[in-house]
């Protein structure tokens, strides 16, 4: 497995248990003991199609079904696409954190600062790796990522309000339901296609404890 990827220039070095990270627009470092043998890294544009095999897995189809992300009951369509995951790849501000094991891609996030709170999102996890921690361990190396890197007070996100025993999850994770909410965006299937028609974003928060 490589330990760097092509992205405009951005070095993506990997880290695992012990070995120091870098992160693109920026360096951070840091010593890990990970119990899951995971190697956590930035993504660069050779990993977009491996991504959004991912994202479509985890999210849509039989294989999406099995899992605790999957929005195949409230959705039909696409999760994702190239286009898209390359613009987030390549975006300031932005990172496509991955998680790997053995040289293969299991889960991955979307982390983005946005003021003084990071954003997280896009967040899969290979249907059959879940039960087993992967999805706590990559929440929390994103929120440690908002919080050292980019000193993040905080951590927002997304949830479709239908999926509450998601929402369940991160309210175990820390986060609270801020009681702010967005409308779906009906009409654009870039985030899917619709098969109900009451769906809308809930905000959860979390506080990072960060300072300036």
């Known amino acids: 497995m490589a330990n760097s990827v092509e992205g405009h220039g951005r070095a993506a070095a990997v880290y695992l248990l012990k070995v120091v990270v870098s992160k693109l627009h920026g360096h951070y470092h840091r010593q890990m003991n990970k119990p899951l043998s995971l190697i956590f890294r930035a993504a660069g544009t050779a990993d977009v199609p491996a991504i959004v095999a991912l994202v479509e897995s985890a999210y849509r189809g039989?294989?999406?079904r099995r899992g605790?992300?999957?929005e195949s009951e409230l959705l039909d369509g696409r999760r994702t696409d190239e286009p898209a995951v390359g613009e987030l790849?390549?975006?300031p501000g932005s990172c496509v954190?991955?998680?790997?094991r053995d040289g293969q891609l299991i889960a991955s996030a979307h982390v983005e600062q946005q003021g003084e709170s990071g954003y997280f999102g896009m967040f899969a996890v290979d249907p059959d790796q879940q039960g087993g921690g992967l999805g706590k361990a990559v929440l929390a190396e994103a929120e440690r990522l908002a919080r050292e890197q980019w000193h993040c007070r905080a951590m927002r996100m997304t949830v479709i309000e239908q999926r509450s025993e998601l929402i369940a999850w991160y309210e175990r994770r820390g986060y609270r339901r801020s009681g702010e909410y967005q409308p779906f965006p009906y009409g654009d299937e870039r985030f899917g296609i619709p098969r109900r028609d009451d769906l809308r974003f809930e905000v959860?928060?979390?506080d990072l404890g960060a300072g300036s």
């Open 204 to 206: 959860l928060i979390k």
């Open 62 to 64: 039989d294989s999406g």
């Open 97 to 100: 954190l991955l998680a790997e």
């Open 68 to 70: 605790w992300t999957t």
């Open 89 to 91: 790849v390549d975006r």
